[in-house]
């Protein structure tokens, strides 16, 4: 059995990544912050599957944690699944929020780098050794962060910490390359999350009166679910995504199209 880690699966696309997984025989460990109840949940929807998974506390956002929580890995993939590495590896945890430029302050701003982008460049350093050669790593960008994605007003350090991780996302593909490990993004446009701003209020929960505006923005015609990202993060990290390294997938239902 192979197995993954998913990086904040206490809800949402973390969630629907860990449960996709499961359906395709591949054990989970997940991680969560603030939500052990969510983590849970997971753990329950996992087993529902017929999979195995083991929840575990990680604060993306403190590099300091990360031999501790490296140790844990160890102990639950022993304890668990009798081995001692893991396949997949998928970056997820974050949090979203807007502030005007002149309006970022240097606390927020580091706050964004160290959630997302340090913390997934440092916590898979830690847990590169337990990687198996041939598994596979998949980073959660956004697509404000794209080329082509819309700029929207309000979200300039956010959308630079996650286009500095699509760049690593790169070098990541490059240099692990040599042990078989594909690295690659994927870019969501809006989705139905519970995913925290940075005074900790639930946004499509807060403000439900958005959701029929950003459906008229999409192509497709509707606002995203965890469901249409996690099955495209899952379908990377399988087989079926063997040949594809070094890419960044826009799963957004054509949004801004």
């Known amino acids: 059995m ?3 880690i998913v990086i904040g699966a ?7 990544t860990a449960i996709q997984l499961a359906k395709r025989d591949t054990g989970v460990i997940l991680t969560y912050s603030g939500n052990p109840a969510g ?7 996992v087993e529902k599957e017929g999979g195995t998974a083991v929840a575990l506390r990680l604060d993306i956002g403190r590099s300091d944690t990360f031999p501790a929580f490296r140790d844990d890995v160890v102990t ?13 590896l998928v970056n997820n945890a974050g949090f979203g929020g807007m502030a005007m430029f002149e309006d970022t302050t240097e606390e927020l701003f580091d706050r964004f780098m160290r959630v997302l982008l340090k913390g997934p460049y440092f916590l898979t350093q830690a847990l ?3 990687i198996a050669d041939g598994g596979a790593i998949v980073n959660v960008s956004s697509n404000s962060a794209l080329p082509t994605g819309l700029v929207d007003a309000g979200y300039s ?13 790169r070098y990541m593909a490059k240099e692990f390359a040599a042990r078989g490990i594909r690295v690659n993004a994927v870019s969501p446009g809006p989705t139905r999350t519970r995913l925290s701003d940075a005074s900790g209020v639930v946004g499509f929960e807060a403000y439900p009166e958005v959701i029929p505006m950003l459906a008229a923005k999409t192509a497709l015609g509707r606002l995203g ?3 249409d990202i996690g099955k495209v993060i899952a379908t990377l990290l399988d ?7 070094a890419q960044n997938i826009e799963v957004s239902g054509g949004y801004d199209l």
């Open 128 to 130: 590169l050794p337990l």
């Open 39 to 45: 983590a849970q949940d997971t753990v329950a929807a």
């Open 76 to 88: 639950a993939l022993r304890d668990t699944w009798q081995r001692d590495t893991f396949d997949h």
């Open 157 to 169: 350090a956010y959308a630079t910490m996650k286009g500095g991780l699509n760049v690593l996302t």
């Open 225 to 227: 679910e965890p469901d």
């Open 239 to 245: 087989d079926t995504g063997g040949w594809i390294t």
């Open 10 to 16: 206490s809800s949402g696309i973390g969630q629907s």
């Open 2 to 4: 192979r197995v993954a």
